[in-house]
Nanobody
Framework: QVQLVESGGGLVQAGGSLRLSCAASGRTFSSYAMGWFRQAPGKEREFVACISRAGGRTYYADSVKGRFTISRDNALNTVYLQMNSLKSEDTGVYSC????????????????????WGQGTQVTVSS
């Protein structure tokens, strides 16, 4: 298991930017693919983005493609989510997650793919 702690959430106006960070401790960070999910009030948690172990493969939900960028720094045991052009519908609790699965596609979008989760950080976008 790996322990995950998110930071960087907050209140931002529509059109603004935030960068979320997720710091990992425990087992070797580079052995995990990572993902970001979010949960809006009254809604199910949904996939946002994922990144492969070495960072060479990323994948995004259609709703954030072109606005959000996932990246990682394995030397710092950290994964990031840069969020630009934020919209009110981006409001929610953002959680990072780690998976030891190894799919040939390097795409992990299901909650069940991930075995370790952070506690989440709140992002609120005001319109």
């Amino acid at each position: 298991q790996v322990q995950l702690v998110e930071s960087g959430g907050g209140l931002v106006q529509a059109g603004g930017s935030l960068r979320l960070s997720c710091a990992a401790s425990g087992r070797t960070f580079s052995s995990y693919a990572m993902g970001w999910f979010r949960q809006a009030p009254g809604k199910e948690r949904e996939f946002v983005a994922c990144i492969s172990r070495a960072g060479g493969r990323t994948y995004y939900a259609d709703s954030v493609k072109g606005r959000f960028t996932i990246s990682r720094d394995n030397a710092l045991n950290t994964v990031y989510l840069q969020m630009n052009s934020l919209k009110s519908e981006d409001t929610g609790v953002y959680s990072c997650a780690a998976t030891a699965a190894a799919y040939p596609t390097n795409i992990y979008v299901r909650e069940s793919d991930f075995g370790s989760w952070g506690q989440g950080t709140q992002v609120t976008v005001s319109s």
